[in-house]
């Protein structure tokens, strides 16, 4: 028997109430067995999002809910701005080609951090009906500074697209006083719930910019209509709709403020963990990087075997790199259901793996250095 930890970021660990409330019986979702559940769900999204907006709830994973986003807003061959520094930013330009957008790419090596000047320079150049924003680019660690971001496209008149798949609930989101039009998020990560569901943040703007693209389940306006009836268009997955609820309410009761300081503590752990076997940082050094933290292997050693070696060895689940970054780094997740002490079973993994597979790492300060960095970091910046 080998105890099984799941630290990837996304899908991450689920708390048992939540766990609990998925297996309670199914209910029908048109009676007042569901009816509260619902309600509470949606109320709740509305104040993680920090938006008095309708957050539309999708049975669907978060890719799901973005691409309810380029079907409601993209009327083909218009043009529209993506920023991509990753994979995620990558996988939204095909979709926005996909869809037939006229599409502007404001690329960034996987790794960098999109610039709020930038975004202004290129809007500048060639105007964008919407433009197209990755909180959090799960593949590289670098958490964008969003609220910059959106104000430079909002400057030039675009509607604003947030993925905040890997971010809400972990790193401040104002939908609201960000003017963020659509906020685009996932049960399976910081929101603590198994895959199945995905959420899209809809402001007023952006549902009066609906264009002519072909759909039906994604539909914004069927969706928003049978809600605000609490009559859902299509069956929910009722029992990850009840997840859900027990996930943001423990959520709400820790206090959103509360979390965001929990998850840069644990970034801090983290970097300070890695750094003191003397691993390089992929991901930015610094209290933004709050999601996942990305190191580089030592030598010649492939991301992969660590990956592996920790998982054979010990049950653990961590990321490899993604794309070309596939084999050169590899990935620890700390959004959700995480404490100081799962940071420290990884780092203590990740020192044992490596040494196992010949790296020169510094033995046995990892640990103490996350707990230390944890610890003594009580108010972030
Ligand atoms: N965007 C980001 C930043 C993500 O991290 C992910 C998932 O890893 C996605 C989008 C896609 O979400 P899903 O896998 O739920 O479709």
């Known amino acids: 028997m080998t105890k099984r930890y799941l630290f990837t970021p996304g899908p991450t660990p689920v708390p048992p109430e939540v766990l609990a409330a998925i297996a309670a019986p199914v209910v029908h979702h048109r009676s007042p067995d569901f009816r509260p559940t619902y309600e509470r769900?949606?109320?709740?999204?509305?104040?993680?999002?920090?938006?008095?907006?309708?957050?539309?709830?999708?049975?669907?994973?978060?890719?799901?809910?973005?691409?309810?986003?380029?079907?409601?807003?993209?009327?083909?061959?218009?043009?529209?701005?993506?920023?991509?520094?990753?994979?995620?930013?990558?996988?939204?330009?095909?979709?926005?080609?996909?869809?037939?957008?006229?599409?502007?790419?404001?690329?960034?090596?996987?790794?960098?951090?999109?610039?709020?000047?930038?975004?202004?320079?290129?809007?500048?150049?060639?105007?964008?009906?919407?433009?197209?924003?990755?909180?959090?680019?799960?593949?590289?660690?670098?958490?964008?500074?969003?609220?910059?971001?959106?104000?430079?496209?909002?400057?030039?008149?675009?509607?604003?697209?947030?993925?905040?798949?890997?971010?809400?609930?972990?790193?401040?989101?104002?939908?609201?006083?960000?003017?963020l039009d659509v906020v685009v998020s996932g049960s399976q990560k910081a929101l603590m719930t198994p895959p199945g569901l995905g959420l899209a943040a809809v402001s007023e703007a952006a549902f009066a910019a609906r264009g002519s693209s072909p759909r039906f389940y994604f539909d914004w306006?069927?969706?928003?209509?049978?809600?605000?009836?609490?009559?859902?268009?299509?069956?929910?997955?009722?029992s990850l709709v009840a997840g859900l609820d027990v996930a943001l309410g423990l959520l709400l009761d820790e206090g959103l403020e509360a979390a965001f300081?929990?998850?840069?503590?644990?970034?801090?752990?983290?970097?300070?963990?890695?750094?003191?076997?003397?691993?390089?940082?992929?991901?930015?050094?610094?209290d933004r990087s709050a999601v996942v933290t990305a190191v580089r292997t030592p030598g010649e050693i492939d991301s992969g075997d660590v990956v592996k070696g920790v998982r054979d060895r010990f049950g653990i689940t961590i990321a490899n790199g993604q794309g070309d970054l596939k084999g050169k780094i590899f990935r620890l997740g700390h959004i959700g259901w995480f404490d100081v002490f799962d940071i420290a079973t990884q780092v203590a993994a990740v020192e044992l793996v490596l040494a196992e597979l010949g790296a020169d790492v510094e033995r046995g300060s990892a640990v103490t250095a996350a707990l230390e960095a944890y610890e003594h970091s009580a108010s972030p910046a």
């Open 261 to 286: 300081e929990r998850h840069v503590r644990l970034g801090r752990a983290a970097r300070a963990g890695v750094k003191a076997l003397g691993l390089e940082l992929f991901s930015p050094d610094e």
């Open 41 to 179: 769900v949606l109320a709740r999204l509305r104040e993680v999002c920090r938006t008095e907006a309708d957050v539309l709830l999708f049975g669907a994973s978060g890719t799901g809910a973005f691409e309810s986003a380029m079907a409601n807003l993209v009327t083909p061959g218009e043009p529209h701005l993506v920023v991509s520094a990753g994979n995620f930013g990558d996988r939204w330009v095909s979709m926005a080609e996909a869809y037939g957008a006229d599409v502007d790419v404001l690329r960034y090596a996987w790794g960098e951090t999109p610039e709020a000047d930038d975004v202004r320079a290129r809007l500048r150049e060639r105007e964008a009906k919407a433009v197209w924003l990755v909180q959090s680019e799960t593949s590289t660690g670098v958490v964008a500074d969003i609220q910059a971001l959106a104000a430079a496209a909002k400057e030039a008149g675009a509607i604003v697209v947030v993925d905040a798949v890997s971010s809400l609930g972990a790193v401040p989101c104002e939908t609201d006083a960000w003017h």
């Open 221 to 238: 306006e069927r969706t928003r209509k049978a809600q605000r009836q609490l009559d859902a268009p299509f069956t929910p997955p009722v």
